[in-house]
C-alpha cells in the first residue's frame, strides 16, 4: 500500500494524492515521547526512548506502548558495519555511526536500515521488503510504501523511529565500554 506523510499526518494515497487522513503524531517539539492519535484524535499508541538492560554503546531501545504502557513493537539502534567498536576490539576515537534498529513486534523481527539521512527500508528476517520510507526532497514529507498488514498507527512509530535513528547518526555520546565519552 502507498502512503504519504506530511505535517505528522499519515495519509493514504488515492490516485497519486494524499487523500484520508489514517494517524497523526503528536507530542512536545522538545520531547523524545510522541503520541500516535487515531483519525478521531484518541492516542492509540506511544513512543518513547528507554533504557535497554544491556551495556555498550547502544544501551537504549525505541519502544511503541500502547495506552496501558505494555510495549507492543520495540528496536535497539546498532552501529553501522564497521563502525562498533565492539566488534572491531579498538578504541574509537570518534561517535560511532548508528544505521539501522533490530526490531521486534512478537515473534516477528525486523530491521530498520537508515539508506540516507532522509530515506529508510525495513525489511523482515527473511529480507523481504516490508516498509520503505523515502524523502519527498525539496517538497517536503515522504512517501511510505508498506505490507497492507501493518497498521497506519504503527508505520507512524517506525516513521518516528526513523527520525530517532537520524538523531543517533547526528548527536550519539553514549559512554564505551572504556568508559570514555568517545568525544
Known amino acids: 500500500m502507498k502512503y504519504r506523510i506530511r505535517s505528522g499526518t499519515l495519509f493514504s494515497v488515492e490516485k497519486g494524492r494524499a487523500a484520508v487522513s489514517l494517524a497523526s503524531i503528536k507530542g512536545p517539539f522538545y520531547s523524545v515521547r ?31 506502548m500502547d495506552p496501558r504502557k505494555r510495549v507492543v513493537f520495540s528496536g535497539k539502534p546498532e552501529c553501522a558495519a564497521g563502525d562498533d567498536p565492539n566488534s572491531t576490539g579498538e578504541s574509537v576515537p570518534r561517535i560511532p555511526r548508528m544505521d ?10 525486523y530491521n530498520l536500515k537508515m539508506l540516507n539521512s532522509q ?38 512509530g517506525i516513521f518516528i523511529f526513523s527520525r530517532y535513528l537520524e538523531k543517533e547518526t547526528e548527536f550519539v555520546a553514549t559512554r564505551l565500554p572504556d568508559g570514555n565519552s568517545g568525544l
Open 100 to 109: 539501522r534498529v533490530r526490531m521486534r513486534m512478537g515473534r516477528s523481527v
Open 34 to 64: 510522541r503520541a500516535i492519535l487515531s483519525p478521531d484524535g484518541r492516542a492509540v499508541l506511544y513512543t518513547d526512548i528507554q533504557a535497554a538492560r544491556s551495556g555498550g554503546i547502544s544501551a537504549h531501545k525505541y519502544v511503541i
Open 119 to 156: 530515506n529508510y527500508c525495513m525489511t523482515d528476517e527473511r529480507g523481504h521488503k516490508a516498509a520503505e520510507i523515502i524523502h519527498d526532497g525539496i517538497g517536503g514529507g515522504w512517501t511510505v510504501e508498506a505490507d497492507g498488514a501493518i497498521a497506519p498507527a504503527i508505520l507512524m
